[in-house]
């Protein structure tokens, strides 16, 4: 096995991959990233699995010898890194008597390196679906759906089917929710049907979405996050589904994960029908009051509380820190209905405020200890949903 590309070919591709290795492999070669490089294609492509999530990606290399082996992910990462940029050659050491127990030189500008590698052989084949639901549209759907409901997954792992992001299919559009018990998020993204020229005819949605449902790991879809990044909007990512798996294509990059077992919880019954009261606020403005009354936030229950005045329009955030402080910021607002407090967990308001996409929302609310929804005025349909915080009197 013999190549040379640049340094910063293999370096992005490297870092891109090497999220999928574990920080403890159950399995020595687990903690390996595969290379194989394809003679006849002039191709290298990285693999790397932790047996639940799998990233592969390939990229042009100028290919004197085909091979493939196994490379300590880490190692291999922390040292191309920090190499300069440049020609970058990986050869296979000849002298080397055992098939799983070569060597690999790799040589730079800078100098040369020998690494321990392992057999190829040994590393396990990224799962493929072959029978199930297959669904093509362009990135902006995904990133779009993803950006309002992700970080409202769950991160607590005996909460198994709420760790990830929902996605459903309607008859006009994908639907995607999270939830972690505390709040949710619900975004619903329409499919184009009518292509506005060339570049949005190539990203226009394909499949079967009115039946499709799939529960996905929030850690597979942060990944698939990263690799839009060096993306257009309007490319397109193909999804394959079946009974266990779940697998994103991207060009030369793919992504595979296991679903998450479980029914995920009926979260359309949590959203009121009718509010009492129905509050207009400018985001930025209140987002920049929160994060300064944050600061004196108790970090104790991390509490702000918000008045509502409809005689002055306007609604005050204070906090109160025993030991530390007090604060208080008003903000004008536009209110429909009685004057009243509410209090909110810090993070959570602010999580789901940076969250909406447009200048200006709607905090739509009933009694102090009831579901309170937040919502854009304008852009695309996202709910949120926040429970209050019960105030001591």
């Known amino acids: 096995m013999e190549f040379v590309c640049s340094q910063g070919e293999l370096n992005s591709n490297l870092s891109l991959v090497s999220r999928a290795v574990p920080s403890r492999p159950t399995h020595p070669v687990l903690g390996n990233v595969l290379v194989v490089v394809d003679a006849e294609k002039g191709r290298v492509s990285l693999t790397a699995f932790d047996l639940s999530l799998g990233i592969e990606t390939s990229f042009s290399a100028d290919v004197n010898q085909g091979g493939k082996i196994t490379l300590p992910a880490k190692l291999l990462n922390d040292l191309v890194s920090r190499l300069p940029e440049g020609e970058i050659s990986l050869i296979t050491n000849k002298d080397a008597l055992e098939n799983d127990n070569q060597l690999i030189i790799l ?25 199930g639901d297959t669904l093509k549209l362009p990135i902006a759907i995904l990133a779009e759906g993803l950006k309002g409901s992700l970080f409202a997954a769950s991160n607590d792992e005996t909460k198994q089917v709420l760790t990830g992001v929902h996605v459903a299919g309607t008859l006009d559009g994908l639907e995607f929710a999270a939830t972690d018990g505390h709040r949710l998020a619900v975004v619903k993204t329409p499919l184009q049907t009518e292509p506005d ?9 394909e499949g079967d979405f009115a039946g499709f449902a799939v529960t996905i790991p929030a850690r597979a879809l942060r990944e698939l996050e990263r690799m839009f990044a060096n993306s257009q909007s309007t490319d397109t990512v193909a999804l394959y589904v079946d009974n266990a798996q779940i697998v994103f294509e991207l060009g030369e990059q793919r992504l595979t994960s296991r679903k998450l077992d479980g029914t995920y919880p009926s979260y359309e019954q949590l959203i009121p029908l009718q509010f009492a009261r129905t509050v207009s606020l400018d985001r930025k403005q209140f987002i920049s009051s929160l994060e300064r009354v944050a600061v004196l ?13 409809k005689e002055k329009g306007q609604i005050s955030l204070s906090v109160e820190a025993q030991g530390l402080g007090k604060a208080k910021e008003f903000i004008a607002a536009k209110i429909t209905g009685e004057s009243g407090d509410i209090a909110f967990n810090v993070k959570y308001l602010m999580d789901g405020l940076k969250a909406l996409p447009t200048k200006e ?12 929804i937040l919502t854009p005025l304008g852009g695309i349909k996202m709910t949120y949903l926040v429970m209050p915080v019960q105030i001591v009197r």
Do not use: H
């Open 107 to 131: 040589k730079s500008a800078s100098g040369q390196f020998q690494l321990q590698a392992m057999s190829a052989e040994e590393f396990p084949k990224l799962p493929t679906v072959e029978r």
């Open 297 to 309: 936030a108790d970090q104790r229950n991390n509490l702000v509380k918000c008045t509502i005045d």
């Open 197 to 205: 020229g060339e570049e949005e005819a190539k990203g226009m949605p």
């Open 361 to 372: 929302f709607q905090m739509q609310l009933n009694a102090d200890n009831q579901p309170v």
